[in-house]
């Protein structure tokens, strides 16, 4: 399985970020947003500046490049539940 | 002091659930019930009110306007400031994820097709740090 992490965070950030969590994840800059707009997830002028901000999603994808599972967050401070992830995965 | 011991207690809940949800964030249960201090800011309210109903002396009612005060505040960044509008993504279960190249941390390019066949990928877009 592979974690990607996308935000509009600079690589530098995104780097900074990997070393400290030691985790699986390739963190991913949309520096721009393009992907991020592609795929209809902006959270228009959500950030603390008004900019435009991810809307914080989970995308479960299998082999075949098709959408598995799906979290889609309707408030900045939830996110999916780690256990709901990997039960999603397994078994892909 | 002791006779007061109904307004502390209302600060010391209302203080309590800020600093419990902010040293608890990295937990998934505490971060994903943020009405939990909602409810804890909704109590130390109903114990202040209740303290300044039976005696209206300063410690009562400050405790009582502190507490509905973050009350109040927490509400609005809880139903207000922190919903996010939703709009329809370009995403469906069952449906192909649209493919797409982006830099890694290192500024090496990664493609998602190039996964395909070869392990699930879990995407995880995060607002990030600005």
Same mark, same amino acid.
């Given at each position: 399985? $592979?974690?990607?992490?996308? @935000?509009?965070?600079?690589?530098?950030? @995104? $780097?900074?970020?990997?070393?400290?969590?030691?985790?699986?994840?390739?963190?991913?800059?949309?520096?721009?947003?393009?992907?991020?707009?592609?795929?209809?997830?902006?959270?228009?002028?959500?950030?603390?500046?008004? $900019?435009?901000?991810?809307?914080?999603?989970?995308?479960?994808?299998?082999?075949?490049?098709?959408?598995?599972?799906?979290?889609?967050?309707?408030?900045? $401070?939830?996110?999916?539940?780690?256990?709901?992830? @990997?039960?999603?995965?397994?078994?892909? | 002091? =002791?006779?007061?011991?109904?307004?502390?207690?209302?600060?010391?809940?209302?203080?309590?659930?800020? +600093?419990?949800?902010?040293?608890?964030?990295?937990? #998934?249960?505490?971060?994903?019930?943020?009405?939990?201090?909602?409810?804890?800011?909704?109590?130390?309210? %109903?114990? +202040?009110?209740? +303290?300044?109903?039976?005696?209206?002396?300063?410690?009562?009612?400050? +405790?009582?306007?502190?507490?509905?005060?973050?009350?109040?505040?927490?509400?609005?960044?809880?139903?207000?400031? %922190?919903?996010?509008? =939703?709009?329809? #993504?370009?995403?469906?279960?069952?449906?192909?994820?649209?493919?797409?190249?982006?830099?890694?941390?290192?500024?090496?390019?990664?493609?998602?097709?190039?996964?395909?066949?070869?392990?699930?990928?879990?995407?995880?877009?995060?607002?990030?740090?600005?």
């Amino acid at each position: 399985m $592979q974690l990607l992490a996308i @935000s509009p965070d600079s690589n530098e950030r @995104s $780097q900074a970020l990997a070393e400290r969590l030691r985790a699986r994840y390739r963190f991913l800059t949309d520096r721009d947003l393009t992907v991020t707009r592609r795929y209809g997830l902006v959270h228009a002028r959500g950030g603390n500046k008004g $900019q435009d901000v991810p809307r914080p999603t989970t995308v479960v994808i299998d082999r075949q490049g098709i959408v598995r599972w799906l979290s889609l967050a309707d408030n900045i $401070q939830v996110r999916p539940e780690p256990g709901d992830v @990997s039960r999603a995965v397994r078994g892909l | 002091m =002791t006779r007061y011991w109904p307004a502390l207690l209302s600060v010391a809940l209302s203080l309590g659930a800020v +600093a419990g949800y902010v040293s608890l964030l990295r937990v #998934p249960v505490i971060r994903n019930h943020p009405a939990l201090y909602l409810t804890a800011f909704a109590l130390a309210t %109903a114990i +202040a009110a209740l +303290a300044s109903w039976r005696a209206a002396r300063w410690p009562n009612l400050a +405790a009582l306007v502190f507490s509905a005060a973050l009350l109040v505040l927490g509400g609005y960044f809880h139903f207000v400031l %922190a919903r996010i509008p =939703t709009t329809a #993504p370009a995403l469906r279960v069952g449906e192909p994820a649209p493919d797409f190249t982006l830099p890694d941390a290192a500024g090496a390019p990664v493609t998602l097709a190039s996964f395909r066949d070869r392990t699930p990928v879990v995407l995880v877009f995060y607002r990030g740090y600005w």
